[in-house]
């Protein structure tokens, strides 16, 4: 195991050994940004709270003109991991930790790569991604963007990504009249029955998509991810709350996909809200997301980076992409392996990452 790689794995586990599971969104100043600040000596820092639970620390040094995005936050861990979640497992072929892959890896080997080069550099350390509430860009964005690209260091297997979908969520909720459900049904009586309704006929809406294709990518993406309401079985159901999500192909337009799935319920709901947009990326009108594309294209070419297709998971380039930056991602790891139980990276893209990151550090303004 070469210098660069040791590092990066001394670094993964410690920031493994932080809980910055999100939710709760219990995450703080201290713990984890505690660490970064230590091991960061020689760059100017600024530490943010931005309010629950999402912290950003943006580190400087010199004039750099690339920004390096990555989340600390990662999915709660679910009940089937066979050891703890929090203490790194590292085999001959991989490291096993919550957010392993997605994305602590790719911090640690942005530190490694930090620590082991005097080059201009610039990070931009979150910890809001997976809660759908992006605090920390938001408000770096605030500001017109310094740099000439930004690198979001989500799962890429080590490969450019310059496209991937866009991303939605939605609460639905459904009203109907509670009573005895031994009678006869009128179609706006019951709650459920008009939730389970709409999820069918929405179902159906994807399937037909299933033709449209965008840079290899096909199809809409939807889930119904939580159905509740109702009383009992024999109680017509007075109120129902559905939640699902959608994720659209860049070459899709994110408000026409809410109306096709609003025309779906036969009875209106009594609130049918968009709890979270992510545009895709790259984004913009047609003219605008190719430019980027082709900005994105030029830098990864002039990098050096193998460019992957695009990918049906979102990142938060598609927010940089929407203000106006060109933004592509590449970091270490398969998306296979996020939010997985006993979630895992593999140390050949540990390794190709912290030397892919440590000679873009060392390129010259």
Not at 82 to 102: I, K, Q
Not at 214 to 228: Q, T
Not at 345 to 353: F, I, K, N, P
């Amino acid at each position: 195991m070469n210098d660069l790689l040791t590092a990066t794995i001394r670094h993964l586990r410690a920031l493994v050994g932080f809980d910055t599971r999100n939710p709760p969104r219990a995450i703080d100043t201290g713990g984890i940004f505690d660490y970064l600040r230590a091991e960061l000596g020689g760059f100017d820092l600024d530490l943010r709270d931005h309010g629950a639970g999402a912290v950003s620390l943006l580190a400087r040094r010199g004039q750099p003109r690339i920004l390096f995005n990555v989340h600390l936050d990662t999915v709660p861990d679910s009940p089937h991991w066979s050891a703890s979640p929090f203490a790194l497992r590292v085999d001959g072929e991989r490291a096993v930790g919550l957010g392993a892959c997605d994305i602590k890896g790719a911090a640690a080997a942005l530190l490694a790569a930090a620590q082991a080069s005097n080059g201009d550099a610039a990070f931009l350390f979150t910890s809001d991604e997976e809660a759908n509430d992006a605090r920390c860009i938001a408000a770096f964005l605030r500001e017109p963007c310094r740099f000439d690209a930004v690198v979001v260091a989500e799962p890429t297997r080590g490969e450019a990504v310059l496209a991937h979908r866009g991303i939605g969520s939605l609460l639905l909720r459904f009203a109907g009249r509670a009573g005895h459900a031994s009678g006869e049904q009128q179609a706006a009586d019951s709650a459920l029955h008009q939730a389970v309704r709409w999820g069918a006929r929405a179902l159906d809406h994807v399937a037909s998509l299933a033709g449209e294709a965008f840079g290899g990518l096909r199809g809409l993406r939807f889930n119904i991810g939580r159905i509740e309401g109702g009383i009992k079985a024999n109680v017509i159901a007075p109120t129902a709350e559905l939640r699902c999500g959608f994720r659209p192909l860049p070459s899709m337009g994110h408000d026409d996909v809410l109306a096709a799935l609003r025309a779906c319920a036969d009875v209106a709901p009594v609130e049918f809200s968009e709890t979270f947009r992510g545009a895709p990326l790259p984004a913009g009108d047609p003219a605008h997301a190719e430019a980027r594309r082709l900005a994105a294209q030029r830098l990864a070419m002039q990098w050096q980076l193998p460019i992957g297709p695009a990918v049906d998971f979102w990142t938060e380039a598609a927010l940089f992409s929407q203000a106006g930056c060109t933004a592509l991602v590449y970091g270490p790891g398969n998306i296979a392996q996020a939010h997985s139980a006993d979630e895992w990276v593999a140390l050949e893209q540990l390794d190709r990452a912290v030397h892919t990151y440590h000679r873009l550090l060392e390129i010259t303004p």
